[in-house]
């Protein structure tokens, strides 16, 4: 197979994000949802709760884990965006969470890790 750019990583691993938070019985409301302060990749139902997921794919750890490179500045800022998007809904939610999935790719295959309630 080709070299996947960054950029075809990242979208792969989103979509993949996707498919097994469906499987996990979530409703995902929205993808890449982008305002002038940033972007939630994922933006999901769980329930009674809305689930802010940030996504982080990597091809190897030559820069550390996926996880790793998950800032506390970076959720701080995720729960910012979250608030911002529930300023746009009529909806509401029991509770707001953070999640962290983690995808590395190793020798083709990718392992994953979901993180639920990180902050």
């Known amino acids: 197979m080709a070299t996947e750019s960054k950029l075809e990583l990242g979208k792969r691993g989103e979509q993949m994000a996707v498919t097994y938070l469906e499987a996990e019985g979530m409703e995902v409301i929205e993808r890449n949802w982008r305002c ?4 939630i990749d994922i933006i999901a139902r769980d329930g009674p709760a809305l689930v802010v997921v940030e996504v982080k794919t ?62």
Do not use: C, N, Y
């Open 58 to 119: 990597r091809s190897g750890r030559s820069h550390g884990t996926a996880l790793e490179s998950v800032s506390p500045a970076k959720l701080a800022r995720l729960r910012m965006l979250a608030a911002k998007w529930l300023s746009t809904q009529t909806r509401t939610f029991a509770s707001i969470r953070v999640d962290v999935i983690a995808l590395e790719r190793f020798a083709g295959d990718f392992a994953m890790r979901h993180v639920r309630g990180v902050i």
């Open 36 to 39: 002038r302060h940033g972007e």
